[in-house]
């Protein structure tokens, strides 16, 4: 059974500072992996997806790695802003299908101005 | 284009009782998923339709149970209402199954008393 782990559940930091959130994942036999960010009391919005096949994708100040073998993704954000306040989560899709996503639960990310 | 819309965003309902969630995908979108979120479970993969047709099911009792109409909208019932169930209900769609990228709701927030 897949299972999916974010480190950490939360982190704070001040703004203008690069970080990086980590995603295990404990079967490697994957088709893609994505990251959304979720703002309190609302859906998620997609922000990066890695198909199997690429090692990282990059959206602005976003970069995703990918690593199957060892079964890690990485996400990284550059210059960070108040605005990236929220829940990032990653969220793998193991069958295929893409329908089914196993999801961690997520690192909380607070930017102090 | 208009995002995936979700009603009602909030619902109240005692133990006991049924409630029935609707969502409304991205037009064009003809796959539609389900997820349950909680604190404690974070989000797990409840059912997705395609084409009216249930293609996936997740390890949820019976009582959940959803459908999807020719217009690619879906509804969710949930019956015999536990405390358990109280939880942020989300909907995602996609254009297809050959489409990896999910556009999720903003949710329905509902609380079981």
């Known amino acids: 059974k897949q299972e999916v782990t974010q480190i950490p559940a939360a982190l704070s930091v001040p703004e203008g500072e690069n970080l990086v959130l980590n995603c295990s994942f404990t079967d490697s036999a994957i088709y893609n992996l994505q990251w959304f960010r979720q703002d309190p009391g609302k859906g998620l919005t997609s922000l990066l997806l890695?198909?199997?096949?690429?090692r990282e994708q990059t959206s602005g100040r976003l970069n995703a790695s990918l690593d199957k073998s060892s079964g890690r993704s990485t996400l990284y954000i550059a210059a960070s802003q108040p605005g990236d306040s929220a829940t990032y989560l990653c969220?793998?899709?193991?069958?295929?299908?893409?329908?089914?996503?196993?999801f961690g639960k997520g690192t909380k990310l607070t930017v102090n101005p | 284009k208009a995002g995936v819309t979700q009603t009602p965003r909030y619902l109240i309902k005692t133990r006991g009782q049924q409630v029935t969630l609707s969502c409304s995908p991205i037009s064009g979108h003809r796959s539609v998923s389900w997820y349950q979120q909680t604190p404690g479970q974070g989000l797990q993969f409840l059912f997705e339709y395609f084409s009216e047709t249930q293609r996936n099911k997740g390890n949820f009792p019976g009582r959940f149970s959803g459908r999807q109409f020719s217009n690619s909208r879906s509804e969710m019932n949930v019956s015999t209402l536990e405390l358990g169930d109280s939880a942020l209900y989300l909907c995602?769609?996609?254009?297809?199954?050959?489409?990896?990228?999910?556009?999720f709701g903003p949710g329905t927030r509902l609380t079981v008393t």
């Open positions: 890695i198909q199997s096949s690429q």
């Open positions: 995602a769609s996609r254009r297809g199954t050959e489409s990896y990228e999910q556009y």
């Open positions: 969220a793998v899709d193991d069958q295929g299908g893409s329908e089914k996503l196993v």
